[in-house]
């Protein structure tokens, strides 16, 4: 650095605060850069320089993808700690400064495995534009295999370490420590928390587990707390001989404490619907499944206690290869005695729960001789992925592929509807009418052929008007992003610009309240903007890294996605 910039470390000289930053987003996939998203050489020398400089030395990570910070876990680079404050923008970092100065305890926590390399992920293998699949006899022809399967994120990492522990899965010399340098869910905070006291009702009613805990705030300094339960099902010899796949542990709850003083505490009372631990069991019984077998529920502060708390409830050890020991005393077995193929294969609405999605599997493929090996925990070392599938473009291929798509002549000819008709209907009309009333079909009527065409084929990001009906033009949206530039833009002065943030940032509040009172601001924000649609928010799953548009969605575990999205919406 300069010697101006050097000399002025003098000033304050008690911190070095260092940010890394990577972007990603639409147009830029990470995975086009393989490195990026471990330390740079100019990242291990400004580390290197402020180590010799200062006494502290912190580590702001804004960047929405899980980085490779193995690195930074030692004692090379002298850092004391490591925040991620993830695409926070301008008016977020002042609640990342309120952190900094002590004014607020962090009580996020992280919504994605840190591994200390990227490549250690299976669905590393087929992802990007490395890992696109092309038939070996034709070019030309892109697709996707994910042989993964379930084992994304903490379900592959901790699965394969409880496997290994147990002998099990031909798990191979792993090494967790090795590969993960902060597990899902993990967090830290400025004071101490102690958990005790855990119980489980079954409430037979709900078809709940009510799951009670006492957290104790043990430090000095005050604080919240996330509360985090897991479940473990049985892996049997059933779902082996069937392919079903189950994570040693999955997240299934969580709540947050209210602010707790030094010395007190608050009892936790999280939910757990039992039917979110029933598995999927594709090639048996096509539909949701809970096995006979232990069925484990959990309190942890992370993913990686869980499965140790189970496995020390289990009876093992370190001498078992375990990394630590876990606390049986937050733990709670149950005994399924009968296998039931029945109570989870209806929905809560009363529909029939069968594989839909069929002909996303060419193992499903009637007369296709080529089988995909999807990744197993029954035989880890056996059936990793090592390199792109190449499949062969046969006929008995082809026709099965041409059975999936759409054939004209498996539908019914409709007629060409009436256009132009003069039945006096305004789409005002039509408020408080049923569904299914008759007047829909004549106000339809009432529609000219360019009308239509114009309604569907200039409809991007604005609902044109309609003249007939005099329905008018609406504008849409594509996310807060393209919210906050609508507000900024529509000349509204007495509208505060609006601190959006991304979904990943939300999610790691694990706060459903305050993720509701966010979406409760978009939908008032839409409205002084005049936007009718918003295109999002979206629950894609982080499957690795590398993906570009992390920012846009919530987590790489569906169960978190899942309910943080429902809370916003």
Known sequence: YPENVITSYGSYNDAAI????????????????????????????????????????????????????????????????????????????????????????????????????????????????????????????????????????????????????????????????????????????????????????????ADQFEVTVTVTNDGNVAGKETVQVYAQSPYTQYDIDNGVEKASVQLCGFDKTGILEPGTSETVTIAVDKRDLAAYDTYGAGTYIMDAGDYYLTVATDSHDAVNNILTAKGYTTADGMDRDGNAALTHKWVQEEFDAETYAVSLNGTPIVNQLSSADINLYDGVEEEITYLTRNDWTGTWPTETLKLALTDKLIAALQDVQYDPADYEAIPMPRLGADNGLKLYDMIGKDYDDPDWEKLLDQLTFEEMVSGIGDSFHWRMPIESVQAPGARDENGPQGLTAAILGSGLGDIEPTAFTSEDVMAATFNEELICAVGNMIGNNCLYADVVCLYGPGSNTHRTPYGGRNFEYYSEDGFLAGEMCGAEV
């Open 18 to 205: 260092v940010t890394i930053a990577r972007g990603a987003g639409e147009g830029q996939d990470v995975s086009k850069s393989p490195n990026v998203l471990a330390l740079t050489q100019d990242d291990r020398d400004m580390l290197t320089s402020v180590k010799e400089k200062f006494d502290k030395v912190i580590v702001l990570l804004n960047t929405t993808n899980p980085m490779e910070l193995g690195e930074l876990v030692g004692d090379e680079y002298g850092v004391d700690a490591v925040l991620w404050v993830g695409p926070v923008g301008q008016y977020g970092m002042f609640g990342v400064a309120d952190i900094l100065v002590g004014n607020a305890n962090p009580s996020g926590r992280l919504i994605d495995t840190y591994a200390t390399s990227v490549f250690s992920a299976p669905a590393t293998v087929s992802y990007g534009v490395n890992g696109l699949n092309q038939f070996s006899n034709f070019d030309g022809t892109n697709y996707t295999v994910y042989t993964e399967g379930i084992y994304i994120g903490y379900r592959y990492y901790e699965t394969r370490y409880e496997d290994f522990v147990m002998g099990t899965g031909n798990a191979g010399d792993y090494s967790y420590g090795d590969d993960v340098a902060f597990p899902f869910g993990h967090g830290l905070s400025y004071t101490e928390f102690h958990y005790s006291d855990m119980a489980v009702n079954y409430n037979a009613a």
